[in-house]
């Protein structure tokens, strides 16, 4: 089992910054590869990036490309999402999600069995 926990969200102005952290606990949550997805009102989960523990395995999606940044830390069991040059239209719901190392790289919502509660980002224009 694995339990997330997601911090960090809020309310930016466009073209304003925030570090979103999810903090993986368990006995396995160090195996894990982990990703951001996000959910704006009336729209699809769409997936944000992803990275595994074990090793570097950044992978974005069109959207995040250039703007957001994903890390770990490792000692800490925790992956950040570092979101830059916000736009109105990254106003969502942000979860973290958890799944196998085998799926290293994947977007895809239904490779990820562990989810968080979801934290909040506003943008503003």
């Known amino acids: 089992q694995v339990q997330l926990m997601e911090s960090g969200g809020g309310s930016v102005q466009a073209g304003g910054s925030l570090r979103l952290s999810c903090v993986a606990s368990g006995s396995d949550a160090s195996r894990k590869c982990m990703a951001w997805f996000r959910r704006a009102p009336g729209k699809e989960r769409e997936a944000v990036a992803t990275m595994c523990f074990a090793f570097d395995s950044a992978v974005y999606a069109d959207s995040a490309k250039g703007r957001f940044t994903i890390s770990r830390d490792n000692a800490k069991n925790t992956i950040y999402l570092q979101m830059s040059s916000l736009k109105p239209e990254d106003t969502a719901r942000y979860y973290c999600?958890?799944?196998?190392?085998?799926?290293?790289?994947?977007?895809?919502?239904?490779?990820?069995?562990?989810w968080g509660q979801g934290t909040q980002v506003t943008v503003s224009s």
């Open positions: 999600a958890a799944g196998p190392v085998w799926l290293a790289g994947s977007l895809s919502a239904s490779d990820y069995n562990y």
